[in-house]
């Protein structure tokens, strides 16, 4: 399969992982773009047999750690977006299940950036905790404390919401 055909496969995993981070839809697709951009400028630099979704997963939390940096040397702070995701529809369960997203995507915004990008690549991308470690290129004892901190805190911020 071309590299390009591999990335194109990834979009939706890739903009999910970026709206983890960003916490703005609208911030997420900018940080996505600009992973997918340097990595068809640097795909020389990638490895053909080697996990694709790692290396821009990488690139996309390099990306997002460079303009959160960048942010706080211009003095812009971004205010977390709490807001409860609103859906059409009359079905009680698309309303009820609408809600839940809100209260999730509410509580992931609450958790500090750590915990957050560890929930995301091993609890909704389903990476092991050793890829996630790779990924973040940290010790999988701080991937494992950081994602213990991080459920610990979904549970009370959910509970909070209930």
């Given at each position: 399969?071309?590299?390009e055909?591999?990335?194109?496969?990834?979009?939706?995993?890739?903009?999910?992982?970026?709206?983890?981070?960003?916490?703005?839809?609208?911030?997420?697709?900018?940080l996505?773009?600009?992973?997918?951009?340097?990595a068809?400028?640097?795909k020389?630099?990638?490895?053909?047999?080697?996990?694709?979704?790692?290396?821009?997963?990488?690139?996309?939390?390099?990306?997002w750690?460079?303009?959160r940096?960048?942010?706080?040397?211009?003095?812009?702070?971004?205010?977390?977006?709490?807001?409860?995701l609103?859906i059409?529809?009359?079905g009680?369960?698309?309303?009820?299940?609408?809600?839940?997203?809100?209260?999730v995507?509410?509580?992931?915004?609450?958790?500090?950036?750590?915990?957050?990008?560890?929930?995301m690549?091993?609890?909704?991308?389903?990476?092991?905790?050793?890829e996630?470690?790779?990924?973040?290129?940290v010790?999988?004892?701080?991937?494992?404390?950081?994602?213990?901190?991080?459920?610990e805190?979904l549970?009370?911020?959910?509970?909070?919401?209930?």
């Amino acid at each position: 399969m071309r590299f390009e055909d591999e990335l194109v496969g990834l979009l939706p995993r890739l903009r999910r992982f970026a709206r983890g981070l960003a916490r703005d839809a609208g911030d997420a697709d900018d940080l996505c773009q600009a992973a997918i951009e340097r990595a068809l400028k640097s795909k020389r630099q990638w490895s053909a047999g080697t996990r694709l979704d790692s290396w821009m997963y990488r690139i996309t939390r390099n990306l997002w750690i460079d303009e959160r940096r960048a942010a706080a040397r211009r003095g812009v702070q971004k205010p977390v977006d709490e807001a409860v995701l609103q859906i059409a529809g009359d079905g009680a369960s698309q309303v009820e299940a609408g809600a839940l997203r809100g209260d999730v995507d509410g509580a992931m915004a609450r958790l500090p950036a750590e915990q957050r990008e560890v929930v995301m690549l091993i609890l909704v991308e389903g990476y092991a905790y050793r890829e996630a470690a790779e990924i973040l290129e940290v010790p999988v004892g701080t991937v494992t404390s950081r994602l213990a901190r991080g459920r610990e805190a979904l549970i009370h911020l959910l509970g909070e919401a209930a």
